[in-house]
């Protein structure tokens, strides 16, 4: 069975920074490409951040290109989000995602982390 | 303001047949397929419909998608109190390189 965990949210104050990560198990997790979406409370799904199997493919959202940083380890079938400069707009759940395939083409996602709240607040 | 369009709302008596529209450009629905989310509050959102009209294992029947042009359609007949949720379509967009979301339908069961 295929599960995503994701971690390392908390409430920090505008400027700071935050990693988040997400354990992967049940599927051979260098065989697809990850990816990042997150909403904001009570609003719709908005993809931050996407990264092909070998990491040689990586693409972000306008609204986050410059502070975030996408990377994985697939010896330790892990997926990370560094969130730089964090802004009060970046408050949302984040959901870590499994892509459709190894590419990062693609928008039909079967497998979605629990979500994990990130809070930006003075 | 999302990429793609969806009504903010919807509503359907039990046993009724209701849509949801969305509408995109060319640069997303127009060439890439479309997919649709349901999201009960409080959960993840779970994949309803893939490749325009193709369901998931365990999604039942009363649940179809359709695709023309540069718009898309989910359908729900048969009507449930549980599929009182808010519904996503979603596409790859070749302009961003990135997949982008409706802005969310929120189904009333009546």
């Known amino acids: 069975e295929v599960q995503l965990v994701d971690s390392g949210g908390g409430l920090v104050q505008p400027g700071r920074s935050l990693r988040l990560s997400c354990a992967a198990s049940g599927f051979t997790f260098d065989d697809y490409a990850m990816h990042w979406v997150r909403q904001a409370p009570g609003k719709g799904l908005e993809w931050v951040s996407g990264?092909?199997?070998?990491?040689?493919?990586?693409g972000y959202a306008d609204s986050v290109k410059g502070r975030f940083t996408i990377s994985r380890d697939n010896a330790k079938n892990s997926l990370y989000l560094q969130m730089n400069s964090l802004r009060v707009e970046d408050t949302a759940f984040y959901f870590c995602v499994k892509g459709e395939r190894g590419v990062l083409m693609g928008a039909s996602y079967v497998s979605w982390g629990q979500g994990t709240l990130v809070t930006v607040s003075s | 303001q999302s990429v793609l369009t969806q009504p903010p709302s919807a509503s359907g008596t039990p046993g009724q047949r209701v849509t949801i529209s969305c509408s995109g450009s060319?640069?997303?629905?127009?060439?890439?397929?479309v997919n649709w989310y349901q999201q009960l509050p409080g959960t993840a959102p779970k994949l309803l419909i893939y490749?325009?009209?193709q369901r998931p294992s365990g999604v039942p029947d009363r649940f179809s998608g359709s695709k023309s042009g540069t718009s898309a359609s989910l359908a729900i007949s048969g009507l449930q109190s549980e599929d009182e949720a808010d519904y996503y379509c979603a596409a790859w967009d070749d302009s961003l390189n990135g997949p982008v979301f409706g802005g969310g339908t929120k189904l009333t069961v009546l």
């Open positions: 490749s325009n009209n």
């Open positions: 060319s640069s997303n629905i127009g060439y890439n397929t």
């Open positions: 990264i092909s199997w070998n990491s040689g493919n990586i």
